[in-house]
């Protein structure tokens, strides 16, 4: 039934298919990490993921191996059908070369070489624990050295490329992800053609912009660079995971950190550019796609939500997803998306 105006949620699409982590108890947990010789002590805990599964796990005194003293591990668990086997080593080999220029990033710990592990038919990798907290990204220092660290992220990542990871454009992240949701039946049946009408103008108007760039570089990026996704400690910014790596413009790490209005915006991104100029030029150019990139993030974010609807830990995560409100909202702000990307672009308040 779907959702009445109160806003309490509609049923989607029914999907019959098994749930994607079924199978992956706390023992198949415990088990995978012993499968590479580390002897674990039983504790585990869920940590928060829900692309992957991925959890911390105590390890016996002594039975770290390769970890030294290490008591803890992290594991984690790819979705099933997401990546190629091609692709995750892909993903591990940036990662790896990041670590080899004192980049700091966590690679994936190798056993007899391997970083890509299997066990009980779940794909899965190790990392040492690496903790920190949200950078305070209203703070201009913190800004600048979070612009230093993505600056020498790419300039490893520009000088070589992804042969099989996917890139960020307009076709996946805008085109098909409408097609999906127009198709899916998610959409309620009042507010699919206000929808379908105000999506097909942001995806026309977020193609414009790249087309209005032919040349720009692309290169290999983090490719989902929000706070969230960055561990701050005293020693500065990392990254624990690069499971989003994609091939694209710079500016796609860099936009996400920026957040009020435009005189907002063009403060903080004078702060992160001066940082990230230190390691790596940048094309002002670039900052025409900001609006673009925004607007395609939106349309494959509601894409992503209802592509995992049939995992449980969605439903409860997202309860506010799968309502009538929430389409409201979404055609209201692709309606501002659409304007917004006929404004100028944002400009860095350089001294």
Sequence with gaps: MRQSQSGAPYNGPVNATTPPYAGLTPDAVLHAVESTGLLADGRQLALNSYENRVYQVGLEEGGAGPLGEARFVVAKFYRPGRWSDAQILEEHAFA????????????????????LLEDGGFRF??????????????????????????????????????????????????????????????????????????????????????????????????????????????????????????????????????????????????????????????????????????????????AWLARRWDDPAFPLAFPWFNTQRYWQDRVLELREQVAAMQEPPIVPARP
């Excluded at 790896?96 to 970083?115: N, Q, W, Y």
């Excluded at 950078?135 to 099989?164: C, N, Y």
């Excluded at 992800?177 to 009408?197: K, N, Q, V, Y």
């Excluded at 989902?224 to 989003?244: E, K």
């Design 96 to 115: 790896l070369e990041l670590a080899e220029r004192e980049v700091p990033v966590v690679p994936p710990l190798a056993f007899d070489g391997r970083t």
């Design 125 to 302: 990798a190790l990392f040492a624990r690496r903790g920190g907290r949200a950078p305070e990204l209203d703070d201009p220092k913190v800004l600048e050295w979070t612009g230093r660290f993505i600056g020498r992220i790419h300039a490893v990542g520009a000088a070589g490329s992804f042969a099989h990871r996917a890139s960020i454009d307009v076709a996946e992240f805008g085109t098909a992800a409408r097609d999906w949701l127009l198709a899916s039946g998610f959409i309620p049946a009042d507010l699919r053609e206000a929808w379908a009408g105000i999506s097909a103008l942001a995806v026309e108007g977020a193609q414009a912009a790249f087309d209005s760039l032919p040349h720009v570089d692309r290169l290999r990026l983090h490719g989902d660079c929000h706070a969230g996704n960055i561990l701050w400690t005293p020693d500065g910014p990392h990254f624990v995971d690069l499971d989003d790596a994609r091939t694209g413009p710079a500016v796609q790490d860099l936009w996400m950190l920026l957040s009020g209005d435009r005189e907002s915006m063009g403060a903080q991104l004078a702060h992160v550019l001066a940082g990230y100029e230190d390691f790596r030029d940048f094309d002002d150019r670039e900052l025409r796609l900001v609006e673009a990139l925004r607007t395609l993030r939106l349309l494959h974010y509601s």
